[in-house]
């Protein structure tokens, strides 16, 4: 009735999260979420939001304002959204991941029927590795993606960006799971400041009898650790440099994970699953 302030009629609502990005192709790839999410439920509202405050500084001083996970989950709860779904565009529960986490288990202790703001809750989904199941999952994607262009004498090394800090011990298995997916042993997986690194992937070239070796970010959104920590010319621990320095052939693909429709397909299914598993966003 008018004048009774009527609540909004929700369907709930989708954040979206990466971790930021001031590239064309890594916005594609929020963008990309974003309308497979509309897609998926079309009532919902769908939003976004981006992790690093140095990134959303940048965007904001050319203009556009690009609000932090905490700021757009309370925005959509203020807008009478009792129902949130947060899907990061994240590979690994990292610390990303888990900083996101502290904050949706802090708004969700003032949910319920009785909490201080009186919503349904806030879910996260998983981010793109977490079960068994989501490493084969990728694995599968992985192998297909590239299997085809690889040539005969040459090995794919997929390094992960420093962004995914704690996560060394998905690395260790993603790679185990690789092997028992790609039997030729030509997907080598490492990390940027990490375990595995440089040093480790090395010695596993050695035993590979390889000498010509592609470089690709094991990330989901394109950023500036493809052009510094993988290829960067003027980074003296690049693993481009590295790698070159014990006489491999090394060319670099920078295309991220995220821009492979695979890959966010993937995403759009743990989505569907964090909603399902609580009734969200009918």
């Known amino acids: ?16 999260v990466a971790m930021g990005t001031t590239r064309k192709e890594g916005r594609e790839v929020v963008e990309k979420c974003m309308e497979l999410a509309k897609q998926a439920y079309p009532k919902a509202e769908v939003d976004f939001a981006f992790n690093y405050e140095a990134v959303r500084l940048v965007l ?6 690009v609000l932090s996970p905490l700021a757009a989950m309370t925005r959509l709860l203020d807008k009478g959204h009792s129902q949130v779904v947060v899907l990061p ?20 202790d003032l949910a319920g029927a009785h909490g201080a703001v009186g919503f349904d ?12 199941e989501d490493y084969f999952e990728v694995a599968e994607a992985v192998n297909g993606i590239y299997r085809k262009s690889l040539s005969d004498d040459e090995v794919l090394i997929l390094v992960a960006p420093t962004s995914e800090g704690g996560a060394d011990t998905s690395l260790c298995q993603m790679q185990m799971v690789m092997d028992d997916v790609c ?5 080598v997986i490492g990390g940027f400041g990490g375990y595995p690194g440089v040093d480790k992937v090395v010695r596993r070239l050695g ?7 592609r470089l690709a970010p094991f990330a989901l959104v394109s950023g500036i650790h493809a052009s510094l920590e993988i290829s960067g010319d003027t980074n003296p621990d690049s693993w481009k440099k590295a790698l070159e320095s014990k006489g491999y052939a090394v060319s670099v693909d920078e295309k991220a994970l995220g821009e492979y429709d695979e890959i966010v397909n993937i995403f759009v299914g743990r989505l569907k699953d964090a909603a399902g598993s609580h009734g969200f966003l009918k």
């Open 1 to 16: 009735m008018k004048g009774h302030g009527n609540k909004l009629e929700s369907h709930g609502a989708v954040l979206v």
């Open 60 to 65: 904001k001083e050319g203009g556009e304002e």
């Open 89 to 108: 565009i994240y590979l690994t529960p990292g610390m990303g991941y888990h900083e996101l986490y502290r904050i949706i288990s802090s708004l969700n």
């Open 121 to 132: 809750g806030i879910l996260v989904a998983r981010p793109l590795l977490m079960r068994t």
């Open 183 to 187: 039997q030729s042993g030509k997907v």
């Open 207 to 213: 035993h590979m009898s390889a000498k010509k070796v």
